[in-house]
């Protein structure tokens, strides 16, 4: 009778631990929102690290394309250099091929969306993909600090890494872990930053209604050196972690 009881007990816990298997998602998916020049990308790479995770920056997909002089490539480079928006449905054709593969992983989505329609889109693909989002950290920062932080911006042309006031290259113009050139981005010129910065206000800045709206909405403040926020983003993620 004792066993009996002993073996109905561990057979509950090991049906209720599979259940619950199935039914929460162990992987952590992330968008980072923020205006140009608020970190978003050494956070990224923070969170890389960290959590195991992919940076999925619809930026970098575009500059690859760009570097890769591929037909998409040649398309947006004169759009990417002024600063403005590329068309949603070549964001959309880059970003799929890359979610279908991150979607496996930990990710956090940084560029993306940048409007409300592509925040709409975003929550389709999720969907065909059969992916949760778990938060949207919102990271802000004052003008004066943006337009600092752009103006000293590098990034290694090769592995992509970012360089700034934070984090200099212990070499100057080369990267630390590749070695290859670190550069300035054409679009990190104060006159193209403020334009950037402009858009951002316009368009992206509703997203934080919309995903405030859904609940997953966390604000972290950029105006701070980047161990404190990277110690807030820590402590913010570890609840969906696992
Ligand atoms: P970023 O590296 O996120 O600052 O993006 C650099 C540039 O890539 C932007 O200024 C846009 O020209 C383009 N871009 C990146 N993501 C998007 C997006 N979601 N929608 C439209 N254009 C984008």
Known sequence: MHFLRLFCAYTTIALISVFRLFLSDPLM?????????????????????????????????????????????????PILNKGALVDDSVVVQVLRKKLSQAKAKNFILDGFPRNLNQAKILDWLLHELDVSLDAVLNIDSSEDVIIKRLSA?????????????????????????CGAKTM???????????????????LTLPLIFFYGGKGLLIHVDGNRPLQEIFEEVETVLKKFDG
């Open 184 to 202: 300035q981005r054409k679009d990190d010129k104060p006159s193209i930053i403020k334009k950037r910065l402009r858009l951002y206000n316009e």
């Open 153 to 177: 911006r590098r990034q290694c042309v090769k592995c992509k890494r970012i360089y700034g006031l934070d984090v200099p290259s212990k070499k100057k113009g080369v990267c630390d872990d």
């Open 29 to 77: 998916h992330l968008i980072l929102l923020g205006p140009p020049g608020t970190g978003k990308g050494t956070i990224s790479e923070f969170i890389e690290a960290k959590f195991e995770a992919e940076h999925v920056s619809t930026g970098d997909l575009l500059r690859d394309e760009v570097a890769k002089k591929t037909e998409i490539g040649k398309s947006v480079e």
